[in-house]
């Protein structure tokens, strides 16, 4: 059983990694009355400057945590997560630890009320800042999808592209998407395949999606029979083409630019066309010099929202923006014809429209892209393709077990995002998405199915992300289990707090060759007492230790070189974790802040951008609204969307 006490210190934990301080946390915090705010530089600076700096400052701070580079109350509200665990920390007696000087209660006091005062400045009633306007390229996924809708073909052109760069633990940041000259060289030649490939499948009478022949707001399936191979007979002919010509490429320029073009720009391409006619050049070339113009369009390759020069403060973003903001969200990729056609009809900011469309959205297949786009990189399963476990140590281990792990942590992720699974199943779940080849593996009563099942889960050993084996494989090394990366995965990207860096000196992991049997907790064991490693191991393999019954490869096991699993283990807050259960119970406990990672992350992937202190409102109120509708996934993008953040802009500042 978890400890009684448990509940009234759930958050002391993460607190306590947020800081980085090693002691226990055995007091109870006692929040100091709220006062008038304090000076700053006469009186509160100068008692951090006492009691936290020797410790926290330089280029060596200890646990990685620098409070000297925060020089004043704005720096102090760009940096609210780490203040505001200093500030619990300093409510709960721990801070400074006992064997430094300590400040007296009235100093601490007013340590306190300040950092009070200053972390609650924000009125999230009165405060609504869509944070700095963003110019978002799109990446790999996004291109090869954009491509997919407007020629029908899953051409996979992006596949020769260099990976994506990274920011802030997604691949659809603005900052890092930027676009260099051997970038505009690579689309070109992807424009050039692309049109190619339109030809070719018309000339084979491969069916594709006709945007070329049929309008927004027009029936699907207008095609005319002209193939574009000769040219017209007749002066009339020739006109009658060049309005198809022209009528197709405005079709194909309004879903790549994901909004109506300008007639200049229609105008501009035309002449491309008229030029090429006039070389002797066939329609359908005539046709891919305007295509692979589009292409190469940075209205196309980057997902641009204009500027309003006559608005000076924030504003609600068009139907367009909506659209493409929404889709990409959800789909990661253009909007279709049903937002596009909404959007034209000034109908997608009406609430009822929208709230239908988000319905419509997550209930088709596509909003499968969450689970790989989001999920996987906020999860670290991409990591699944790459990591190989060792042959010498595990030869059973296949390809098509692979691809079962991969199809159970998709079914799950895919059901908590339709609401079949609350947001809690990423921790423990009633229930698993198993075929025959992982029923075998879990030892489950067998499936007939080549493809995931829903099955009930026979007892919590399994259940729940936090369980699967593909999660406990990434996080393992090739051939052995790793207790700190599990404990540092689930106290970071879960909960949102990451322990600190290891020190650049730390040891290397020894297995000392004294004929002894030993387990990997035993060898960690030894290792963590070492001074330099005991500060972060005492705080992260609690909760390794407790997912040492898995190995390296997800399977569940009960001895390690020999000895029993011992899966026990003790939190710095006095918690108690006696096996996979009691994790699951205790992390259970910390739903809300489960809620509050998972939130800060999906907005941080939806803005493409960095968050900033007025995001934490936004943040909070997607939490609430999760938590109203029993940890549902859905209630929590509705928030999101609705957010003025991602329904505003204002313009860049030069």
Known sequence: MIAKSMNSQKSAWIVFLLVGVAFPLDAVAQPGKQNDPLSWDRNVRGLFGRYCL????GRDPSANVDLAVDENPLHILEHRKKWRAVLEVLQAGQMPPEDERQPSQEMRQQMIDFL???LNSIDCGQVEDPGKPVLRRLNRVEYDNALEDLTGLDLSLAD?????PVGYGFDNIADVLTLTPAQIEMYHSAAVKATQAIVEARRSNTRIDPILFGSIGTERGKEETWSGEKSPSTPQEGAHVRELAREGISNFAFRAFRRPPDEYYINRLMRIYDRAIQEDQSHAEAMNYCL???LISPNFLFRIEADRPNESQAYRVDDFELASRLSYLIWSRAPDRELLQLAQEGQLQVRATLLAQIERMLAD?????LVSNFFFQWLDLRLLDSHQPSP?????FSEALRDSMRGEVEAL?????RDEAPLTAIIDHDALYVDRRLSAYYGLQPVDSETPVRVSAPDRRRGGLLTTAALLMVQADPGRTNIPRRGSFVAGQLLGAPPPPPPPDVPEL???DDGQQRSLREIFELHRSSPACQNCHLTIDPIGFALENYDAIGRWRDEDGGAPIDPAGELPDGVQLEDIRSLKDFLLSEQEQLLRTMASKLLTYALGRGLSAPDDCVVEKMVEAAQAEEASFSAMLVALVESFPFTHRINPEF
């Open 54 to 57: 020797d410790c926290h400052r």
């Open 116 to 118: 009070e005062v200053t």
């Open 160 to 164: 020769d592209f260099p990976p994506d």
């Open 292 to 294: 692979q113009a589009v």
């Open 365 to 369: 297949s596509r909003s499968k892209s």
């Open 392 to 396: 010498s140590e595990f030869g059973d």
């Open 413 to 417: 992720l895919h059901a908590i995002v």
């Open 510 to 512: 020894v297995v000392v």
